[in-house]
């Protein structure tokens, strides 16, 4: 048993199985940066969702999740009632066996925007769509490392859905924003294109992924900490989202933030919760005065 302290983080509690605690300094911090990247944006004209912990495993399979991410995929099933008898909890490794559990029908998400898009599936939507979530996210690793790396986490996301200028403009203009909120914290961050398996290997779309990047992350030292992706047409295709102004598909791109990885980034760069704390709500407040004075609003 853990005992909690003021100042503990909580990392003692499931951090091996990838599903650390946070103490109230933490909670603190992680509500600050989550009301943060909110607010961006809110400002930007987003309008705040709620999305489900669960999408339906079937949804997922038609968006070629499971082809794409099988490593990180995490599948949820309820107990077969009588299969549960026949074949009990094995509490030598820890899980009930697969005998016991009904067909996995739900799948736990590794990235917030998938319910964006799935909600949006079949509707028409303004040229200029913005949507921000935050919702939990989980993703089976090889190993699981304090709030550097967990099976479940917290993801807020901010997801354009629109025409390409809207999905472009809106990368470009968050980049910008990322930048600066990481010189004013002074975290330094560098931008690389990552290469995340999104389209079929043997398509065309995947040829043009690796000539133009989808993805691009923002990392401390070694730890991804926020992205900017764009998909193209993909999910206003596969979804049926399509645009009000001319009935084509939407395009669609989203801007990440791993709330938990900020967290380990900024109490390692400033030395722990308060002083981490004390340098997002500095690094706010001079950024609110910088737009103030500036001749047109900061995305």
């Not at 309008?47 to 794409?68: G, H, Q, S």
């Not at 998400?109 to 921000?132: E, K, M, Q």
């Not at 043997?202 to 991804?224: C, I, M, N, W």
């Amino acid at each position: 048993m853990t005992v909690t302290t003021p100042g503990h983080t909580g990392e003692n509690v499931g951090s091996t199985r990838g599903l650390p605690s946070l103490g109230p300094e933490g909670t603190r911090l992680l509500r600050l940066l989550d009301d943060t990247f909110e607010s961006w944006g809110v400002t930007a004209g987003a309008r705040p969702m709620t999305m489900p912990p669960l999408l339906p495993a079937a949804d997922l399979a038609k968006l070629d999740y499971y082809d794409n991410f099988p490593h990180q995929a995490v599948l949820a099933a309820p107990l077969d009632l009588e299969g549960r008898h026949a074949t009990p909890f094995d509490h030598e490794h820890g899980h009930w066996p697969a005998a016991a559990l009904e067909p996995a029908g739900l799948g736990l998400p590794s990235a917030s925007c998938y319910a964006v898009y799935l909600d949006h599936r079949g509707t028409r939507v303004a040229d200029d769509t913005l949507v921000t979530i935050c919702s939990w996210c989980f993703r089976k690793e090889t190993h699981y490392e304090g709030m550097r790396r967990q099976l479940g986490f917290r993801m807020r996301e901010i997801v354009a859905l629109g025409t390409p200028d809207h999905a472009e403009t809106h990368l470009a203009g968050f980049t910008t924003r990322i930048r600066a909120f990481a010189e004013a914290l002074d975290l330094p961050l560098r931008r690389e294109a990552a290469c995340d398996p999104f389209f079929d290997k043997g398509g065309s779309k995947a040829l043009l992924q690796r000539l133009t990047p989808v993805k691009h992350e923002f990392l401390y030292e070694d730890l991804a900490i926020a992205s900017v992706n764009t998909h193209r047409n993909f999910f206003g295709d596969r979804c049926a989202i399509t645009l009000e102004s001319t009935g084509g598909p939407a395009f669609t791109s989203c801007v990440a933030f791993g709330l938990e990885r900020w967290l380990s980034a900024l109490t390692r760069r400033h030395g722990g919760w308060e002083a981490a704390t004390e340098a997002v709500l500095d690094a706010n407040a001079r950024l609110r005065a910088g737009a103030s004075g500036a001749a047109g609003p900061v995305i």
